[in-house]
C-alpha cells in the first residue's frame, strides 16, 4: 500500500492579489500545506464576491490595494453575503487606519506581507479557529494614533477629489449640492491639518484613512 497518506485539504482559502507573481507565490505556498486549499485566485476586488459565492471559501486571503474595489470594501460585502467566510487582511500597508477600518468591515485578522509562510498559514487556522489575528506591531500603532477624525461624507469627498475632480463634478457625482461639498472638503482639510485638498488626500492616505 502507499505509504504517502495526505489527508483531503480542510480549509479553503480564496486569495486576492493584484500581482501575478506574487498571487501565485502564494498559492503554491499554501498549496504546499497539507491541511489548505486555494479554491480561488482573484486580482481584482471587484470579482472576490462572485468568486466567493461560487467556491464557499472558509477564509479568504485579502490584499487592500486592489483595482475595482478595496480588499475592506470587499471584506464588508463578504460579511454580509458570505458569512461563513472569516477574513484575513494581508497588506503591504501597516497603516493604523487601515487596521481599524478592516475591523469595522468584520475582518477576522490583519498582517503584513513581510511575515514568513508560516506565521500566514498559522493565522489562516486561528481565524478559522474563531481568534482574531492582527499584527502586534500595527496593534499598538492603532491603539496610540485614535480613530479616524473623518466623517464618512469628508472622507467620500476626499475620495472623489483625488483625481482632480471639479467641486462640481464631486457634486454631481455624490449627488450633493457644491456648498455641501465645499463644507466637507473645508472640514477635511482642517482635520487634516493641511493647506488644500490634494494635500489632505495623501495625508489621510498615509494614515490609512481612505
Given at each position: 500500500?502507499p505509504?504517502?497518506h495526505?489527508p483531503?485539504?480542510?480549509?479553503?482559502?480564496?486569495?486576492?492579489?493584484?500581482?501575478?507573481?506574487?498571487?501565485?507565490?502564494?498559492?503554491?505556498?499554501?498549496?504546499?500545506?497539507?491541511?489548505?486549499?486555494?479554491?480561488?485566485?482573484?486580482?481584482?476586488?471587484?470579482?472576490?464576491?462572485?468568486a466567493?459565492?461560487?467556491?464557499?471559501?472558509?477564509?479568504?486571503?485579502?490584499?487592500?490595494?486592489?483595482?475595482?474595489?478595496?480588499?475592506?470594501?470587499?471584506?464588508?460585502?463578504?460579511?454580509?453575503?458570505?458569512?461563513?467566510?472569516?477574513?484575513?487582511?494581508l497588506?503591504?500597508?501597516?497603516?493604523?487606519?487601515?487596521?481599524r477600518?478592516?475591523?469595522?468591515?468584520?475582518?477576522?485578522?490583519?498582517?503584513?506581507?513581510?511575515?514568513?509562510?508560516?506565521?500566514?498559514?498559522g493565522?489562516?487556522?486561528?481565524?478559522?479557529?474563531g481568534?482574531?489575528?492582527?499584527?502586534?506591531?500595527?496593534?499598538?500603532?492603532?491603539?496610540?494614533?485614535?480613530?479616524?477624525?473623518?466623517?464618512?461624507?469628508?472622507r467620500?469627498?476626499?475620495?472623489?477629489?483625488?483625481?482632480?475632480?471639479?467641486?462640481?463634478?464631486?457634486?454631481?457625482?455624490?449627488?450633493?449640492?457644491?456648498?455641501?461639498?465645499?463644507?466637507?472638503?473645508?472640514?477635511?482639510?482642517?482635520?487634516?491639518?493641511?493647506?488644500?485638498?490634494?494635500?489632505?488626500?495623501?495625508a489621510?492616505?498615509?494614515?490609512?484613512?481612505?
Open positions: 500500500m505509504q504517502d495526505r483531503a485539504p480542510e480549509i479553503r482559502v480564496l486569495l486576492a492579489e493584484d500581482q501575478g507573481m506574487m498571487r501565485g507565490a502564494l498559492a503554491l505556498l499554501l498549496g504546499m500545506e497539507a491541511d489548505m486549499e486555494v479554491v480561488a485566485q482573484v486580482g481584482a476586488g471587484d470579482a472576490i464576491l462572485g466567493a459565492l461560487a467556491s464557499r471559501p472558509d477564509v479568504a486571503l485579502l490584499d487592500i490595494e486592489l483595482p475595482g474595489l478595496s480588499g475592506l470594501d470587499a471584506a464588508a460585502l463578504l460579511r454580509d453575503r458570505v458569512p461563513g467566510c472569516r477574513v484575513l487582511i497588506t503591504t500597508f501597516g497603516r493604523p487606519g487601515y487596521l477600518r478592516a475591523m469595522e468591515a468584520g475582518a477576522a485578522g490583519f498582517l503584513v506581507k513581510d511575515g514568513p509562510v508560516e506565521e500566514l498559514a493565522a489562516i487556522r486561528r481565524v478559522l479557529a481568534e482574531t489575528v492582527i499584527d502586534p506591531a500595527l496593534a499598538a500603532a492603532a491603539l496610540s494614533a485614535g480613530p479616524s477624525p473623518l466623517t464618512a461624507r469628508e467620500d469627498a476626499l475620495n472623489a477629489s483625488a483625481d482632480g475632480a471639479t467641486v462640481a463634478d464631486i457634486a454631481a457625482k455624490l449627488h450633493l449640492s457644491e456648498s455641501t461639498v465645499r463644507n466637507y472638503l473645508s472640514s477635511a482639510i482642517g482635520k487634516t491639518a493641511t493647506r488644500n485638498r490634494m494635500e489632505a488626500v495623501r489621510a492616505r498615509r494614515q490609512g484613512w481612505l
